[in-house]
């Protein structure tokens, strides 16, 4: 397996020739870090993002037979609002059909963007997530370098909440076209629920996983750009324990 790595600020990420060695060194770098961390502790809290860009690693954490997941509290990192509840874009689903429904987790703690009072389930997740005090998190990063549902408009490094409703751009919503989550654009939600970037980096360890050439500029921008809310994804270059796992064609700008 080609490895390649490049430091940048306290970042570091790592780059693979295929899509398949990227995604099987993420999921073995996160594993690594969870059964260290149930060696320290009686329960940990993972924060999961959901989208193709993590089909890998997903499956590759599922497929690792050692990871006591019944120790492990699970949560999502952002959700479509009023999506239909049966919907597999919706991404509480598509994390229960790749990960959740597959392992048997102490917890898994779902956003609900269909509330009543969005208020009120900001606030309820936000509480539990201040609980959990999680330790993991796996992300990825968008088109428009977006962690989560923070784009560049909504980025904010000092956000005051944990969880916020927020617009998404238009580059954003074409993504998921991009990816195949959605046949045209009109399909799109224009809002979801997102945790915020201080609740994303506040955690011990975080695991971005980035393949794909629509990434491309994206990966250049989280290496290259200066440290900004304009390019959300900047902010992993002040962890203390961010690594990002690239392929060859999400890579392919970088020197």
Not at 228 to 246: D, K, S
């Amino acid at each position: 397996m080609a490895e390649k790595i490049i430091v940048q600020d306290k970042l570091t990420v790592k780059k693979y020739d295929t899509r398949a060695e990227m995604g099987a060194a993420a999921a073995a770098h996160a594993a690594t870090i969870i059964k260290d961390l149930l060696k320290k502790k009686e329960s940990i809290s993972i924060i999961f993002a959901a989208a193709p860009s993590q089909n890998e690693i997903l499956s590759g954490l599922v497929a690792d037979r050692e990871i006591e997941w019944n120790r492990v509290n699970a949560f999502h990192m952002d959700e479509y609002v009023g999506l239909d509840a049966s919907a597999p874009q919706r991404f509480g689903n598509f994390l229960s059909n790749a990960i959740f429904s597959k392992c048997p987790f102490k917890s898994v703690n779902y956003i609900n963007g269909n509330a009543a009072d969005i208020d009120a389930e900001c606030a309820r997740y936000s509480k539990l997530l201040a609980d959990a005090k999680v330790d993991l998190v796996c992300m990825g990063i968008g088109e428009n370098g977006h962690i989560a549902f923070n784009d560049p408009h909504v980025a904010d490094f000092e956000d005051k909440v944990a969880v916020k409703k927020v617009e998404l751009d238009e580059k954003c919503r074409n993504q998921q076209v991009n990816d195949g989550c959605f046949v045209k654009l009109s399909d799109v939600p224009t809002h979801a629920l997102t945790l915020t970037i201080p609740t994303l980096v506040n955690v011990d360890y975080i695991v971005c996983t980035v393949p794909a050439a629509t990434k491309a500029e994206a990966v250049y921008n989280m290496v290259n750009a200066d440290i900004t809310p304009a390019v959300p994804c900047t902010i992993l270059r002040r962890h203390n324990n961010a690594t990002a796992f690239i392929d060859g064609d999400s890579g392919s700008l970088l020197k």
